[in-house]
């Protein structure tokens, strides 16, 4: 199968392609596609990993869905464009990085800087119809990046893993802790964000360990 992802990805999760699962999510999602209004673009489904090629993922941060507002969902977990209004919990990212690290609130709520150096911004489904919230949940895409988690997991040392909210920590339940530093806490979500998101430090802890990896700190 021809999936246009970049060329590290497609090489690490080449056994993927073809598996059962995988023809049947495609089939799925691009009939999603041709039906209906589905986020994001559909050039932009695999934009965390083509920002952010295997060998030079130091951080992995990850989402449950795509935004489902019209002009939201950019392939990036948590980010949208400049332009358009931050999502509460990215405001509430940005409130734990001006705590934790001194640094302003941003002009906006554009990630790929962060996974230009390194940070991969990971939902666990990749695509969602507009307005319907988890609508592609259980279709395929949480093994497929079951998967991804699990190559970075066994093939990488010295990672970060940031799980925010049950559904993330349950999902990155099998990283080894000896080979990598696992940072979990309630999700940025204003539900959760005052019951242990706010004041986590996981920003600063980040980058004491890739420091003491000798990998280079993110600028968050």
């Known amino acids: 199968m021809n999936v246009k992802i970049e060329a590290s990805w497609k090489e690490q999760l080449a056994t993927e392609w073809d598996k059962e699962y995988f023809v049947r ?3 799925f ?14 050039s932009k489904i695999f934009a965390a990993f083509d920002a952010c090629p295997f060998d030079q993922v130091k951080v992995v941060i990850l ?17 949208v464009a400049p332009g358009i209004a931050m999502p509460p919990s990215l405001v509430n990212i940005f409130k734990e990085i001006r705590d934790d690290l001194g640094k302003p609130m941003p002009e906006n709520g554009d990630l ?36 991804v988690i699990m190559r970075l997991a066994q093939d990488r040392e010295g990672l970060v893993f940031m799980l925010w909210g049950s559904y993330a920590i349950k999902k990155g339940a099998f990283i080894d802790r000896n ?12 539900l959760s964000a005052y019951r242990g998101f706010f004041g986590n430090k996981h920003f600063s802890r980040a980058n004491e360990y890739l420091t003491s990896q000798d990998k280079t700190p993110i600028e968050w």
């Open 112 to 147: 790929s800087r962060w996974a230009n150096q390194g940070v991969l911004l990971l939902n666990a489904t990749l695509t969602v119809e507009a307005h319907k919230a988890a609508s592609h949940q259980g279709k395929g895409w949480e093994q497929f990046t079951d998967e």
């Open 63 to 79: 989402g449950q869905d795509p935004y489902h507002d019209v002009g939201q969902a950019n392939g990036l977990c948590f980010s």
């Open 179 to 190: 080979r990598h530093l696992v940072l979990t806490s309630p999700h940025p979500s204003p």
């Open 25 to 27: 999510l495609t089939d």
């Open 29 to 42: 999602v691009r009939e999603q596609y041709s039906s209906r209004q589905v986020f994001p673009p559909a």
